[in-house]
């Protein structure tokens, strides 16, 4: 691949610049020509401020959806520590079965794929569940209810007496986290400007790895635990965050975008001023946000109306939009089976085997302190890679570094896979330095650049559905790749070991090939100019490169540019509209 570089600024005059009228709204919103330039200059005040003036006019945006992003600490930890179990003796001697090759005891591959796959298959009802009610109720009254639940649910693992028990607390349990997987994305997405959206988004990613390193270390702290609470202590500890969340997020305000949804203009430019500093919020400046929200969301309106879910597969454009997120394959019942792509590739690019560094370590003869002493090192690569991708995605873009993301995690993938072949004690160590190294490339890249992407390809109407489309197709893999690869590295199963390095790297080209062809730029662009380059059926490579005009014929006081409204290519002629 070429040497890395930023993505290049749109083109400007003399490049190809695509351009639209919405006149045509004036019937449907009041007061349309003031709606109009109060948007087009909130439009151009936001893309002309700095990444260090964002933040302090929006740093109580930033500090409202950093909190809600700390649900997901929850699910972080709990998913991996059911994990990290599979290697626990006391785990293993309370629920395993006895293995007398090795004189051991151990979880069989049966049921930790039961184990691990309870929790997604509790997501996918709590994605659907909070589909309908993040319309009708809101953001804030979601996650308060789920955090209430999820208080209730952890009474079942905690005082499970067999591993049928402790599925059944991972499935319910589940329900709470699959609300806080879309509820924290749509929200960071809905109150963040664009030049802190990358940060809070990624920051998601972040959440989710505190929870695995918190997870590895209080297990490790547990080993010298004699008895049941060796396992049990970790759950218990979980009992912290929903009350601390539930009292700190009922202060929250509410999404400016979901209010103005449902006609609630006032209290947008309520909301709008509780996330924005003292010193740099006017209600004129409140007016304005609104407007534009007003603006793109009447845009949208026409495009589907409804928001349903079959929305975001309905038109090419919208299923264009949705592929992005999901990955289409026509199915023998002449239906259209959507896989979330991007979502997907978090599990196809080699990420499963991370949660098997444990197992890699003890056969290479490690005991098990010392084995969950390295893990630590691997889990702490959800930290680090992510400080890292901040920089990363802000100056190179979503495309580029997840292009090389993969590209790095495919070559670990290879190296692994080969290094599987040999019998030896060295080549185990290389297998978990590998296993780091797989951590470090994920987390700089696919990790935390996933959730920006996917809360900017889609319409601002059709976000939080589209998530729980993305989010289900992605735990509908895990429950794949749960299902195979504790088979694959189980002696008691296929037996593959380290060499199923091999397929992970399979899978890696084959998202890297989908990504180059299919995945667009969309670093520092507003929702509204996202609309017009799908709407307009821009090829994914040209995203970075094109030239918006979402506010045409308006004067440059208000659309914020000095476009050359004819410098359109002649090959898109045909998509400037009349003005």
């Not at 087009?40 to 909190?67: C, L, N, P, V």
């Not at 151990?106 to 994605?127: H, P």
């Not at 976000?463 to 189980?490: C, D, E, F, H």
Request: charged share 20%.
């Amino acid at each position: 691949m070429p040497d890395i570089q930023p993505e290049p600024e749109p083109e400007s005059a003399g490049g190809q610049v695509l351009a639209v009228d919405h006149s045509h709204l004036s019937s449907k919103i009041e007061n349309y020509e003031q709606v109009l330039q109060d948007a087009a200059a909130a439009d151009r005040q936001e893309h002309k401020m700095g990444g260090w003036e964002t933040f302090k006019a929006y740093r109580k945006a930033a500090f409202w959806s950093a909190i809600l992003s700390t649900c997901l600490v929850m699910e972080g930890f709990d998913l991996v520590v059911i994990g990290s179990f599979y290697g626990q003796p006391a785990f293993q001697q309370r629920f395993g079965t006895y293995d007398p090759t090795t004189g051991g005891w151990l979880i069989t591959a049966e049921w930790q794929t039961g184990l691990s796959n309870g929790a997604l298959v509790g997501e996918i009802l709590g994605i659907v569940i909070n589909g309908y009610c993040t319309d009708k109720f809101g953001y804030k009254p979601t996650v308060l209810g789920a955090l209430v639940a999820m208080a209730a649910f952890i009474f079942i693992p905690v005082f499970a007496q067999s591993l049928t028990v402790l599925v059944v607390g991972e499935i319910l349990q589940g329900i709470p986290w699959g609300i806080f997987q879309v509820v924290t994305t749509a929200y960071a997405a809905d109150v963040c400007p664009i030049n802190l959206r990358a940060y809070l988004t990624t920051f998601i990613n972040m959440c989710w790895g505190m929870g695995i390193f918190l997870s590895s270390g209080i297990v490790r702290a547990c080993l010298n635990i004699d008895g049941d609470w060796s396992w049990r202590l970790p759950f218990c500890l979980q009992w912290i965050w929903p009350p601390l969340l539930f009292t700190i997020i009922l202060f929250a305000p509410e999404s400016p975008w979901w209010l103005v949804r449902q006609g609630r203009f006032a209290d947008a430019e309520e909301s709008c001023r509780r996330l924005s500093s003292k010193e740099y919020y006017t209600p004129e400046s409140g007016k304005r946000q609104v407007a534009y929200m007003i603006h793109t969301t009447a845009m949208e309106r026409e495009e589907s109306e409804g928001a349903r879910f079959v929305d975001c597969f309905r038109g090419k454009i919208n299923l264009r939009r949705t592929e992005i997120s999901e990955y289409k394959a026509a199915s023998r019942a002449k239906s259209h089976a959507q896989v979330c792509a991007v979502f997907t590739i978090q599990w196809w690019c080699g990420d499963p085997l991370i949660a098997y560094a444990i197992t890699f370590y003890e056969e290479a003869g490690l005991d098990a302190i010392k084995a969950f002493d390295l893990n630590l090192g691997v889990t702490s690569m959800y930290i680090v890679g992510t400080l890292i991708s901040w920089p990363l995605v802000s100056r190179f873009g979503r495309r580029t570094i997840y292009l090389y993301g993969l590209a790095g995690m495919g070559a670990t993938m290879l190296i692994t896979g080969i290094l599987g072949f040999v019998n030896a004690n060295g080549a185990r160590w290389a297998i978990g330095t590998m296993l780091i190294l797989l951590n470090l490339f994920y987390n700089m890249s696919v990790g935390p650049a996933c959730y920006v992407i996917i809360s900017e390809t889609h319409s601002t109407r059709l976000r939080a559905k589209s998530i729980v489309l993305a989010r289900n197709a992605y735990n509908i893999t895990g429950i794949i790749t749960n299902t195979i690869t504790p088979r694959m590295i189980s002696p008691l199963a296929w037996g593959w070991g380290a060499r199923c390095g091999l397929f992970w790297f399979g899978t890696c080209v084959l998202s890297w090939i989908w990504c180059l062809f299919r995945l667009p730029e969309t670093k520092g662009r507003s929702y509204g100019e996202l609309d017009i380059l799908f709407n307009n059926r821009v090829e994914a490579w040209k995203f970075a490169r094109t030239k918006v005009d979402q506010f045409a014929g308006l004067p440059e006081d208000w659309s914020g540019g000095d476009v050359d409204k004819k410098g359109v290519e002649p090959e898109h002629e045909h998509v400037e509209q009349a003005r």
